[in-house]
């Protein structure tokens, strides 16, 4: 599976922006995708990631903010982020996890960046 991440880009506190990541590839055995971010000399971190079930889960400092989606017709998956903050300003990677017959399979987009001004 390859993903292709776009949509990052610099934005004032209170604004929106809409990251989008497409999946190409197996995409049949994908059974979730999400996002991640990182800033520089911390971990990479769960923003929010969406299981085929619909099930969905946020981190804490995004919840109410941040809204995931998924159109599996166009094997893209969506975060849009509202009421951005400057401690928001990282790169943003999605994630996908495909499983098939051979074993679980973890891959990563190329990163995007999100910059908030305070």
Aim: proline share 2%.
């Amino acid at each position: 599976v390859q993903l292709q991440a776009s949509g990052g880009g610099l934005v004032q506190a209170g604004g929106s922006l809409r990251l989008s990541c497409v999946g190409s590839g197996n995409t049949f055995s994908i059974i979730a995708m999400g996002w991640y971010r990182q800033v520089p000399g911390k971990q990479r971190e769960l923003v929010a990631d969406l299981l085929n079930g619909g099930t969905t889960r946020y981190s804490e400092s995004v919840k109410g903010r941040f809204t995931i989606s998924r159109d599996n017709a166009k094997n893209t998956v969506y975060l849009q982020m509202s009421k951005l903050k400057p401690e928001d300003t990282a790169v943003y990677y999605c994630k996908t996890t495909t499983v098939t017959s051979r074993g679980s399979n973890v891959y990563w987009g190329q990163g995007t960046q999100v910059t908030v001004s305070s």
